[in-house]
């Protein structure tokens, strides 16, 4: 069974520091990940997407880590600001050609306090 | 449009009563996803469709849950006699087909409540 797990569950951070977010997967076959943003009562919004045979991706103050050997992924998040308050998800994509499975984690919920 | 569309926002009902949820997603986007998505939960796949291929029902909670997609555009998903537990965000989402590459583009969501 498809499942993708995320840690931790909630952060508190102060605003300007550094955090890290954990996603560990068993999906199979894996196509892609991809770290969704989702503030409060909207919808996520996509950050950033990895493949097989990318390691690390930026996108701003976003970088995304890929281990597709001990199938885990890192969202890290540098000088946070109050606006990176919200919900971050992990979404596994598996499957090959027209069709694919898209496995959501549960999200960690950040806090970036003033 | 500009992006996914759902409607209605904000849908307040009683239980036993039946209520219809739209979504109009991004043009030319061949594939359509209704997650669900309960308080401080994580989001729970509903059905995919894709194209003209059978849609992926095997998210639907119970046979209270059915979804339609007319046209290969707009859909519908449509819950019978609602019960207390189906409260939730409904949140549609669309891609351009296959997911290779391609990003899910999530609506604003329609809240449900049942009384």
């Known amino acids: 069974k498809n499942q993708v797990e995320q840690s931790p569950q909630s952060l508190i951070i102060l605003e300007g520091k550094n955090c890290t977010l954990q996603?560990?997967?068993?999906?199979?076959?894996?196509?892609?990940l991809r770290w969704y943003k989702q503030d409060t009562g909207r919808g996520p919004v996509s950050l950033t997407i990895?493949?097989?045979?990318?390691n690390t991706k930026s996108n701003g103050r976003y970088t995304a880590t890929l281990d597709a050997d001990t199938k885990q992924s890192s969202l890290h998040i540098t000088a946070s600001q109050l606006s990176d308050s919200a919900s971050y998800i992990c979404?596994?994509?598996?499957?090959?050609?027209?069709?694919?499975?898209?496995?959501f984690g549960t999200g960690t919920k950040l806090q970036v306090i003033p | 449009g500009a992006g996914v569309s759902q409607s209605p926002s904000n849908k307040v009902t009683e239980k036993g009563k039946d209520v219809e949820l739209r979504c109009d997603p991004i043009s030319g986007h061949t594939a359509l996803y209704w997650y669900r998505q309960s308080l401080g939960q994580g989001l729970e796949f509903l059905i995919y469709f894709q194209g003209n291929s059978a849609p992926d029902k095997s998210g639907l909670p119970s046979d209270r849950f059915s979804a339609e997609r007319t046209g290969g555009s707009v859909s519908t998903l449509t819950i019978q006699r609602t019960q207390q537990e189906d409260s939730a965000v409904y949140l549609c989402?669309?891609?351009?087909?296959?997911?290779?590459?391609?990003?899910?583009?999530f609506g604003e969501g329609s809240r449900l409540t049942v009384l």
């Open positions: 989402a669309s891609s351009l087909g296959g997911l290779q590459t391609g990003e899910l583009f």
């Open positions: 979404v596994v994509s598996a499957g090959s050609g027209g069709y694919q499975k898209v496995t």
């Open positions: 990895m493949t097989f045979s990318e």
């Open positions: 996603c560990n997967y068993t999906v199979s076959p894996f196509s892609n």
